[in-house]
T-cell receptor, first 114, second 112 residues
Framework: DGGITQSPKYLFRKEGQNVTLSCEQNLNHDAMYWYRQDPGQGLRLIYYSQIVNDFQKGDIAEGYSVSREKKESFPLTVTSAQKNPTAFYLC?????????????FGPGTRLTVL | QKEVEQNSGPLSVPEGAIASLNCTYSDRVSQSFFWYRQYSGKSPELIMSIYSNGDKEDGRFTAQLNKASQYVSLLIRDSQPSDSATYLCAVSTAGSARQLTFGSGTQLTVLP
């Protein structure tokens, strides 16, 4: 059963803590993405990766870090430098070639700072 | 700055009516266009993609693209209460490393 999984579903962070959000896909997609969504707003790109061991900053990368050691996995770390991390975090993946860029999303992780 | 604009709504239509959702984009060289449906508290689900001018139909959904006017729309025929959700328009530009730019979404409510 192909798809994208994210864990945990809910995450609570104390001030000054780093937390890591997991994203795994078994769709054999080359490209993976992390987005942030705030209430009533669209999705904003944090980081993306088109191949293993390579990734680029999106529009709002400050305070976040990623790694891409395996094709299937693209974890996101929310560092203490991110001043307003409470949001809904969405991971997506897509094929790296072809006309379109149909991105498919995981179920998301809702992060709350206490 | 690439922009994708949507009317935030809320848009309310009676059950069985046609719902019309609109989206404009600023980057003239945009090539790929997508509509996602997002239920409250859930992640976006891809429902339509369109790449060339004209209409594309899939069941009760029709996507319409007019590149000259930089305009893409989604029509939902025979709207059902289960169609109540936020609809996100997304646009991809060739050479943009396959990034999507999302609009802020239109909230649709279908009234029984």
């Amino acid at each position: 059963d192909g798809g994208i999984t994210q864990s945990p579903k809910y995450l609570f962070r104390k001030e000054g803590q780093n937390v890591t959000l997991s994203c795994e896909q078994n769709l054999n997609h080359d490209a993976m993405y992390w987005y942030r969504q705030d209430p009533g707003q669209g999705l904003r790109l944090i980081y993306y990766s088109q191949i293993v061991n390579d990734f680029q900053k999106g529009d709002i990368a400050e305070g976040y870090s990623v790694s891409r050691e395996k094709k299937e996995s693209f974890p996101l770390t929310v560092t203490s430098a991110q001043k307003n991390p409470t949001a809904f975090y969405l991971c997506a993946s897509s094929r790296a070639s072809g006309l379109g860029n149909e991105q498919f999303f995981g179920p998301g992780t809702r992060l709350t700072v206490l | 700055q690439k922009e994708v604009e949507q009317n935030s709504g809320p848009l309310s239509v009676p059950e069985g009516a046609i719902a019309s959702l609109n989206c404009t984009y600023s980057d003239r060289v945009s090539q790929s266009f997508f509509w996602y449906r997002q239920y409250s508290g859930k992640s976006p689900e891809l429902i339509m993609s369109i790449y060339s001018n004209g209409d594309k139909e899939d069941g009760r959904f029709t996507a319409q693209l007019n590149k000259a006017s930089q305009y893409v729309s989604l029509l939902i025929r025979d709207s059902q209460p289960s169609d109540s959700a936020t609809y996100l328009c997304a646009v991809s530009t060739a050479g943009s490393a396959r990034q999507l730019t999302f609009g802020s979404g239109t909230q649709l409510t279908v009234l029984p």
